[in-house]
């Protein structure tokens, strides 16, 4: 075990953090000034919050999806889903099919 005479500072301290711990009204004065502000970046957080929620409300409320809109998407489920079953070349029996000018050629039984 090793034991030094010096003293062994993990970073160089500026005499300004030294200053905070020559006594006891020092520290007290250097706790003090760290909540100088507080109460009024508090308000400005709150406020800043406040219309950050406002701003989403309204745009949640502007963006009301019409009945339209939810059609042409079920459309565009289905349309990726008889496209991804053509890729597949399988049909709604679980027959093998082949397109013929457009045509689906189901097997017959």
Known sequence: MFFFSQQVFAQGANSEI???YATAED???CYA???N???ERARDRAEQRKTIL???ATARLEKEVSPTEIR???R???RKLIEASRKRNVSHRGGKYSLT???VLEPRE
């Open 18 to 20: 030294q200053s905070c």
């Open 27 to 29: 520290r007290y004065r």
């Open 33 to 35: 000034a760290r909540f």
């Open 37 to 39: 502000g507080l109460l």
């Open 54 to 56: 406002e701003s989403q």
């Open 72 to 74: 042409d998407l079920q």
């Open 76 to 78: 565009e489920e289905m």
């Open 101 to 103: 000018y457009g045509f």
